[in-house]
């Protein structure tokens, strides 16, 4: 199952990461040189081995950074953190099979997503860090002639597979190597930052039904490096700050309505002021006591306007996960779009592209920008749908058919093994309606299918989808703010409790129109390899038919006392 | 209703530091807060036709670590790290038949999943918060366990001379003490712990090592309904030492060094420290082409030193030993888990005659050495009995035992104590075993050798420590109950003369071979441990003890392929 939450969840211990002007440097990283040594050395040795290493990479995640909680006004967390976190890729066999390649009906097949994690020595001690790294390519080349037994084996006695491209891409190697950000040059002022975070946590006591109300910030420079036997030498920086505030209100019938708000920037000083930050804790306040009384929604089906940051996640969970061209390389994968490639699946006036490199939209930074993908490939801007039409996929280094190179979106978290994942989505069309156009639409689609309303969902926390053959294909998108849009000129109305439910083509096919306010939804999506940042840009999207379903609710009593809010 | 049991009454009020103890304004803070939300639930927390709880403890417990780790004369981390840990133990029903102990037996505290954090700026309000917050939820899951509870007890036909109340209630105390100040140099620190690791450059064998300290100081504060105060504070000083080989077969070696005190300076001296990574790590590198033990064995072993301190705390005195526990009502048609039934021996014999357990909880030091485990108080406000026997010449006389009574021990003795990380568990805290008619260390190994002979035999084994479990690595144990030894000597009995050797398990240790002891020594061995990383223990035991008919085999464990390419420690070596 893959995931997009939204990043307050993850603030505390998820690495985001983007860089905005990244300097060549002309100075030698020693980390840099430590590795690259200490992988020449162990190359040369596994390469001649009776089951031969052909490929070794190192990656290194350094970070430093930031976080401080505060709770209905108290400071509940505020420290300081750093880590070095060593990930150790060892390929045997050939790039044609190798100790990668899917082992099919075997439970254990998601192995080579296996999760390892070493922190190396904080000090730049060449002998201490070579022999962690040693260890730990030891054990990781243990590991892979372990597996291609069994991926010889599998291959063996199971039917010739669809797919027959090889499992890895040798590239050309690539080097760059950014200076990096000194702690000093950030600003970042904790004890204003504490006083800051506080106040706005404060605002949740307002309302005394509200029973959980926290904000907080987050701070962090990612350094991250790569190298490998082939040559790859790479290492860049991903600075990333977050504002968040949560805030939870229970209704008498015990459901439970969270309402978030983030704000991502590179850089702390880029976050937004203070009285944005105040205005938009106030505005969750109010929301969540308006969730309180509102109406619960029946399951419905007609149609609905989905904000901007409700539409990014809905590309990301319906169609970006199905475009991620390792998956489709399983037999186990649902295969979606796999032989779509020049059919229309969206309106000609719609184009989808990732972009890795794009640092911001519409004035706001985005999280899933890297200059190098997590398998040392360059960061490449993909058009996935031309006006309308299916070009391409989100590759990493494992080739399919039809597409043998990587496009730089190989990814994975501290720890764990690259896959494809997604980066910036983003969603534009050339037939941009206003938002009264929009509104206008959505009004005479309900009228149309004698609907009283449609319905706006206009803000989300998150979603997940399956792609699997076992389980249907399905998405979920969870919304956390929904309005009924009334075909009788009535005022929107808020109602609680909806998910947002379908199948992908099914919704695809529905997609009517875009314009309205664009948006970006921030996040971090968590997948096979992990959670990675990623963002969702687009416009507002009116869908001509959606389908809803009863949120799952909690069964408990509302609290039995007030909640104490005296001071002494 | 069977009469309510009450515990001896001691009532002391500030008995401990009572001269220099002065509450901050935090503490006040603190205390005011957890019983003004404490009173409110008494009276105020009611569900329908429900009750509201009887019994609530708040407990918040401020843990102070400084952690730091270093590698081969490399610095890996240095952090001090404050926190706050909350828990609350909230009942429903009454002393004799509460919500507790249904389908399992660990207590009901609630934390962990605590809605709202605890501030890290001491705020009245905030604690208030964290503990509405947990005593609604715990309420509400106590009902509903107490209702089922009920219905579950009444389809049960049990004799009414076996029922025993759920919870013994006691005389409430008032204890607070001074604080145990987190006192260390952290630059002296960083730079021992980079010159204790650096030692490992010069053993290239040795594949990885580190050495680890964690300075804790937690003090634990607790209030309940009964009119309980308590601030006690735990405090631990821990220096370890990890590190791991690979024999020339392949067989995975794993070693560790601990060296455990309440406070930093106390630890010993850099020199003695770094004699002994040097002894450690020599010792490491000779088992890595050390002999494999030749044949399946049973007869005499000695256990020396930290082995058998392992001996006693992971068999005698662990779950399935002296702990009393009591055994859960189960739902219809729920099967139960494991319970200790140990007491059913109380009156009989369970180890060889010359075998004495005492638990001294209360005793601080011994020697030169300041005792981890020792504590004034336990976390249900009921004070350690010192001297407490459990097992005289050989005959169980009673268990460690909290307020959850069991059929056969009926008093809690104040073993639920309060762990460094703001937990709680039943578990010893100083234990004392004495052999009598002990020996000097020559001649109790004389008379093992011809116990050896006697039996048939050519040899015995010494084991002087076991693979550990701490803070950075964790040890599987065998169907013994014991992990596997990696100091372990084969001795000929004719001639004394000990040989390391590698690659065996102790492939059974019931607890009946406590009785099949051999000798013991008249000198005495002290030695500061963990239990779970958390509850510190001492224990105060013969330097060793032998038993007879321990069997001992090959390790069969699979063994990974030694390393292709050269360590860079062995390539800069040569």
Known sequence: ?568 | MKAIKYLLAICFVVISGLSSYAQNPSEEIIFKALNDEMVRSLSSLKLGKNNPPFFIANYVSQIKLYYAKATLGALVHSKETPNYNTNLRLMVGDYSLNDENFQSNIQSYSSGGAQLSFPKEIDYAAIRRAFWSMSDRSYKRAVDSYTQKKTALKQQNKDESEKVDDYLKTAPITLLMNDIPLKYDKKVWEKNIKELSAIFRKYPKIQTSSVDIYFTSTNNYVINSEGSKIKEPVAVACLLVNASAQAVDGESLKDQLTFYCPVADQLPSLERLKQDVNKFATELEYRCSAPVIEEPFQGPVVFEGNALVELLNNKLLGESGLISSREPVYATGITGGSVNKMENKIGKRICAENISIMSVSKTKSFGDTQLIGAFDVDAEGVVPSNGLVLVDKGILKTMLSNRIPTPKVKESNGHNRFGIWGNYMKSPGVIQVSYDNGQSYNDFLKTVANETTKSGLDYFYIIRRFETSNMITSVQYGSSGLSKPVAIYKVLAKTGEEKLVRLAVISEFPMLSFKYAIAGTTEQYVCNTMRWNSIPISYIAPKAIAFNDVSIEKDNAPKSKCPVVESPLAALSK
């Open chain 1, 1 to 568: 199952m893959k995931t997009f939450t939204n990043l307050r969840f993850l603030a505390l211990s998820i690495v985001l990461g983007v860089f905005l002007f990244p300097r060549v440097s002309l100075a030698q990283d020693k980390l840099l040189d430590i590795l690259q040594e200490e992988v020449n050395r162990e190359f040369a040795v596994l390469k001649t081995q009776e089951t031969p290493a052909y490929y070794i990479a190192y990656r290194v995640d350094e970070s430093y950074g930031y976080n401080i909680l505060a709770h209905f006004g108290a400071l509940t967390y505020s420290d300081e953190g750093k880590s070095k976190i060593l990930t150790v890729t060892v390929r045997v066999g050939s790039p044609k099979l190798d100790n990668f390649h899917e082992l099919r009906d075997v439970s254990s097949g998601m192995s080579s997503y296996y999760f390892s994690q070493l922190n190396l020595p904080d000090e730049i001690d060449p002998l201490a860090i070579k022999n962690a790294l040693w260890k730990a390519t030891s054990d990781a080349y243990q590991e892979a002639v372990s597996k291609i037994s069994k991926v010889k084996a599998n291959v063996s006695i199971k039917v010739e597979e669809e797919d027959k491209t090889p499992d890895f891409t040798m590239d050309a190697p690539n080097k760059y190597e950014e200076q990096p950000i000194k702690p000093e040059s950030v600003k970042f002022n904790v004890a204003e930052w504490e006083k800051r975070i506080k106040k706005y946590s404060s605002e949740f006591l307002k309302d005394s039904a509200i029973f959980y109300g926290y904000s907080g910030v987050s701070y962090r420079v990612l350094r991250k490096y790569y190298v490998s036997s082939a040559g790859d030498r790479i290492v860049q920086n991903n600075p990333s700050s977050n504002f968040y505030v949560q805030g939870i209100i229970k209704a008498d019938d015990g459901m439970e309505m969270p309402l978030y708000k983030s704000f991502c920037a590179y850089f702390p000083d880029k976050l937004p002021s203070d009285k944005e930050m105040m205005l938009s804790t106030q505005k969750v306040v109010k929301n969540l006591i308006a969730l309180k009384t509102a109406p619960v929604a029946e399951p419905f089906s007609g149609p609905a306007l989905l904000s901007a940051e409700a539409s990014g996640v809905f590309f990301h969970e319906i169609f970006g996960h199905r475009v991620e061209g390792q998956r489709m390389k399983s037999e186990d994968d649902a295969q979606t779009f796999k032989k779509k490639v020049g059919e229309l699946v969206l309106p000609k006036s719609m184009t989808v592209y990732f972009d890795p490199l794009q640092t911001s939209y519409e004035g706001i930074d985005l999280n899933g920008y890297y200059k190098y993908d997590d398998q040392g490939s360059k960061a490449e801007k993909v058009n996935i749908i031309e006006n309308g039409i299916l070009k391409n996929f989100l590759m990493s280094r494992t080739p399919i058919r039809d597409f043998p190179r990587s496009n730089g979106h190989g990814r994975a978290q501290a720890g764990m093994q690259p896959v494809t994942r997604q980066s910036n989505l983003v969603v534009e069309t050339s037939d941009f309606k206003s938002t009264k156009e929009i509104r206008d639409e959505l009004i005479r689609l309900a009228k149309e299918q004698n609907r009283p309303y449609g319905y706006l969902f206009q803000d989300v926390v998150g979603g997940f989808t399956t792609t699997g053959r076992y389980m249907p294909s399905a998405f979920n998108v969870m919304p956390t703010l929904v309005y009924r849009v009334y075909t009788d000129g009535r005022p929107d109305e808020i109602v609680r409790g909806v998910d947002l439910i379908g199948t992908p083509l099914a919704m695809f096919s529905q997609i009517d129109m875009a314009g309205g306010e664009k948006g970006v939804f921030n996040g971090t999506c968590g997948a096979e390899s992990g959670g990675v940042p990623v963002s969702g840009c687009s416009p507002m999207i009116l869908v001509k038919v959606i389908e809803t379903q009863k949120k799952s609710k909690s069964q408990e009593r509302p609290y039995i006392l007030s909640r104490p809010d005296e001071t002494k």
